[in-house]
């Protein structure tokens, strides 16, 4: 029986099948990956920087996660709940890529000699002795889903957007006109006094 199934896969039928049936696995494998050419990968675009999918994944997780430690993880997130933290963990990301590539074309850097100092000044990072803890650090970190690398570079953008901000709110002067009008929407009062005149108690008109 085998010798005789042996001679038929020997038949150019048979390989000619067998041919045929590969190169549909092969063109079957490789379709994802043809089909993916020229897609968009990008949920946003800001100073011709692109966002990937990925960046707003991660960027939601930590934002969700934040917001189910201040629920207290006692109630699930509902769906509008989850669709309001991804729009703000986006919008978040957009400016700080719009921010960063501001920073970039300006040239403004962080000493890593200052990027050590902020970090070592943090309080979320030091022991009963008020002394910066390494493996309180590394704790932080693992516990807020951070590598060492990535939050000292999320910190190093926290301080360049600071100076970067910082000059702009140094160089920035509000018109004397728009500053009355915008106190006076926020902090005048307004007082009224009115009277109530009871429709019984006036007098009957004078016939016609």
């Known amino acids: 029986m085998i010798t005789l199934i042996r001679r038929m896969l020997e038949t150019w039928p048979a390989k000619l ?3 045929l049936l590969a ?6 494998g490789v379709g994802d990956v043809i089909t993916k ?4 990968t990008w949920v946003a675009k800001v100073a011709g920087q692109t966002i990937e999918l990925p960046q707003a994944t991660e960027a939601y997780r930590r934002q969700m996660a934040e917001v189910q430690r201040m629920m207290g993880n006692t109630a699930s997130p509902t769906t509008a709940i989850r669709r309001q933290v991804a729009s703000q963990a986006l919008q ?3 400016t700080r890529t719009g921010v960063v590539a501001a920073i ?3 040239g403004i850097t962080v000493p890593d000699a200052a990027l050590r100092q902020a970090a070592f000044a943090m309080p979320a990072f030091k022991n009963q002795a008020g002394v910066f ?20 570079d999320l910190l190093r953008t926290e301080l360049t957007q600071q100076q970067f901000m910082g000059a702009l709110r140094a160089g920035t002067l509000s018109p004397a006109v728009l500053t009355r009008e915008v106190y006076a929407f926020q902090h005048e009062k307004r007082v ?5 005149f009871p429709f019984a ?4 008109p004078p016939a016609p």
């Open 17 to 19: 099948f067998f041919m």
């Open 23 to 28: 190169g549909v696995f092969v063109i079957w």
């Open 37 to 40: 050419i020229g897609v968009q």
């Open 92 to 94: 978040a990301l957009v």
């Open 104 to 106: 970039q074309d300006d």
């Open 133 to 152: 803890d390494k493996n309180l650090f590394l704790s932080v970190l693992r516990n807020n889903s951070y590598t060492e690398a990535g939050f000292l």
């Open 192 to 196: 009224a006094d009115t009277l109530s």
């Open 201 to 204: 108690a006036a007098a009957a």
